[in-house]
């Protein structure tokens, strides 16, 4: 049989557990290259808390220039208590997401057979739901400052940055997806027009333009503080939901818990045309380090996202329908130490169900 061309993916396993999870995933793509007949070029780049303790540095401009020549990056976890926290999230993770233009934060909200959900009376049947994050502007500029710091008089000054652009194409992308994604075909916008007349009618405005081109998809608009009550009592009313950087970055983290939490939860930082980045949501947990207890399967599921990224669908689905397996005959519960199995187990569970 030919054989496919290779994908180029970079690789970093950063701080903390990531290492280890990132082990795992590995595990799984490469099972998957002999069952599916592609190949995986693998670079690995020392980024992270490590090499910032040692160096001073958190992203060279020569390793950013690599990065932009690969077709993916596996990121494991980024975050060390030993760093005052931002320097290596603003540094690596969002000097990334600019740097490559990845302006989408991709994240499925879905429970899994077996999955415990801190919702009375739901199950796997309400909540399959996908939350689109614009993922380059907002309040993640950077853009403001301070007057008189250090003073009874300080004066903090955060600017929220939206352009029409930035605006516009994720709400494309997030029409898009809810066309290829053919379930109930319905996107919701979560703004907050009450209060923020300029960004949110910005959102608002460019989302009923955008929706005149796609008369197949349903459109719903829902304040971001009622969406919160709404996930959590009717998560089932959801398809697609889109929304700017800061609401995107806080529901989704509350979509995370719904479908049994973090460490289950992967995401992807997406440039529909260049480089896109893909990682489990739970952190580098540092307390768990080397202790081959922490859950893989968030990991394995950022796999399972990149590979449909790439456009290897049948390797995807054949990670979901592994983990699917694993979750319901196997795996007791997605905390760290009490899921029955050392972390290298699950690893080989999903394996073995591919």
């Not at 760093?83 to 690596?92: A, M, T």
């Not at 689109?132 to 853009?143: D, H």
């Not at 196997?330 to 899921?339: F, N, P, Q, W, Y």
Request: glycine content about 10%; aromatic content about 8%.
């Amino acid at each position: 049989m030919e054989r496919k061309m290779a994908y180029k993916i970079a690789v970093i396993p950063g701080d903390g557990t990531g290492p280890e999870v990132v082990n795992e995933g590995l595990k799984v793509l490469r099972a998957l290259s002999e069952k599916e007949n592609f190949k995986l070029d693998l670079s690995f780049y020392k980024l992270g808390a490590d090499h910032y303790l040692k160096t001073g540095e958190t992203l060279a401009d020569s390793v950013l220039e690599e990065l932009k020549k690969v077709q993916a990056i596996f990121l494991g976890a980024i975050g060390h208590p030993d760093v005052k926290s931002g320097i290596l999230e603003q540094g690596i993770i969002l000097r990334l997401r600019f740097a490559l233009d990845q302006y989408i934060n991709l994240r499925p909200v879905k429970l899994y057979p077996g999955v415990n959900t801190p919702l009375k009376d739901k199950g796997p049947e309400h909540i399959d739901f996908v939350i689109i994050r614009e993922n380059t502007e907002g309040l993640y500029t950077g853009a403001g400052g301070f007057l008189k710091k250090g003073t009874p008089d300080e004066v903090a000054i955060q600017e929220s940055i939206n352009t029409r652009k930035g605006v516009e194409r994720c709400l494309r992308y997030a029409f898009e997806f809810c066309l290829r994604r053919n379930k109930e075909r319905k996107l919701t916008l979560a703004a907050k027009t009450n209060v923020l007349n300029y960004a949110s009618d910005l959102w608002a405005r460019t989302f009923q333009d955008v929706a005149k081109d796609y008369p197949q998809v349903k459109t719903e608009y829902a304040h971001v503080d009622a969406l919160c009550m709404w996930m959590v009592k009717n998560p089932e009313w959801f398809d697609v939901v889109v929304t700017d950087n800061l609401f995107g970055d806080i529901i989704t983290d509350l979509g995370a818990m719904i479908q049994g939490g973090l460490g289950i939860a992967a995401g992807g930082n997406i440039n529909p045309n260049g480089v896109s980045m893909f990682e489990p949501m739970g952190g580098s947990a540092p307390k768990y380090t080397g202790k081959n207890t922490i859950n893989p399967l968030a990991a394995i599921a950022a796999c399972q996202m990149m590979l449909a990224h790439l456009g290897e669908k049948r390797a995807a689905q054949r990670i979901e329908n592994a983990m699917v397996q694993v979750l319901g005959k196997h795996v007791k519960s997605l905390a760290a130490g009490e899921m029955g199995y050392t972390t290298q187990e699950v690893g080989d569970l999903v394996v073995k169900y591919l």
